[in-house]
């Protein structure tokens, strides 16, 4: 894995963490529609900040632990 494709996948893993707590909140669980609304501010917030920055914390980590995407790389095929 590399760091690019597990960064999308946290985002995706966070998206649906936000939508399950929105969710129970619709249910009337008043505190984990707070909690769903604060996860999705901060997602929205966080991509702001890499969309005007071009400089995103968790890929920035991903890249130091994974190292970065090689896509122009193909990929063996088998014999």
Request: hydrophobic fraction near 55%; glycine fraction near 8%; charged fraction near 15%.
């Given at each position: 894995?590399?760091?690019?494709?597990?960064?999308?996948?946290?985002?995706?893993?966070?998206?649906?963490?936000?939508?399950?707590?929105?969710?129970?909140?619709?249910?009337?669980?008043?505190?984990?529609?707070?909690?769903?609304?604060?996860?999705?501010?901060?997602?929205?917030?966080?991509?702001?900040?890499?969309?005007?920055?071009?400089?995103?914390?968790?890929?920035w980590f991903f890249?130091?632990?994974?190292?970065?995407c090689d896509w122009?790389?193909?990929?063996?095929?088998?014999?």
């Amino acid at each position: 894995m590399c760091a690019e494709r597990i960064q999308r996948i946290l985002t995706a893993i966070m998206l649906g963490i936000a939508l399950m707590f929105l969710m129970q909140g619709v249910n009337g669980n008043e505190l984990y529609l707070k909690i769903g609304v604060v996860l999705q501010v901060f997602i929205m917030i966080m991509l702001l900040i890499w969309a005007f920055t071009n400089f995103c914390p968790s890929l920035w980590f991903f890249n130091k632990v994974f190292g970065p995407c090689d896509w122009d790389k193909k990929e063996s095929s088998n014999g």
